[in-house]
């Protein structure tokens, strides 16, 4: 594959990554099985327990699994062909994933921010 169709893949297949791995970790849907998560970590007996269900509410953890889990179906490689390029690849995408988390939980901050700035300003009214 050409590296500038590799490019174009790697940025696209970061985006589902992102978004399944901020939904599962922030959003209302998942948030009874996430403090349940939450819960299981912070009072696990062992330390292979308590790691595994932090994986459940950490972005950046989870983002990796996600990552495996896209490599396998999409058969994804970056700059070389087998192990090595899927090994690339699985860090690639779950750095441009986190790039793309980031931006958006930064973008939701400043919406929060214009938001209670406008109800503020409509208390003032």
Same mark, same amino acid.
Request: proline fraction near 2%; charge should be positive.
């Given at each position: ?9 790697? $940025? ?18 998942? =948030? &009874? ?11 696990? %007996?062992?330390?292979?327990?308590? %790691? $595994? ?5 950490? &972005? ?15 058969? $994804? ?13 699985? /860090?690639?995408?779950? /750095? ?7 931006? /958006?939980?930064?973008? =939701?901050?400043?919406? !929060? ?7 503020? &300003?409509?208390? !003032?009214?």
């Amino acid at each position: 594959m050409p590296l500038l169709t590799q490019t174009a893949w790697l $940025f696209l297949l970061a985006l589902p990554i992102a978004c399944i791995a901020w939904t599962v970790t922030h959003e209302e849907v998942f =948030r &009874e099985p996430r403090e349940y998560c939450l819960k299981r970590c912070q009072t696990g %007996k062992t330390i292979a327990e308590r %790691k $595994f269900f932090y994986l459940f509410t950490c &972005e950046y953890c989870f983002s990796h699994y996600v990552t495996i889990i896209m490599l396998i179906i999409t058969d $994804f490689q970056l700059l070389f062909t087998g192990w090595r390029g899927y090994l690339i690849a699985g /860090f690639a995408l779950v /750095f441009i994933a986190n790039v793309y988390m980031s931006l /958006f939980a930064l973008i =939701r901050i400043d919406l !929060k921010k214009v938001r209670q700035e406008a109800e503020i &300003e409509e208390k !003032k009214k």
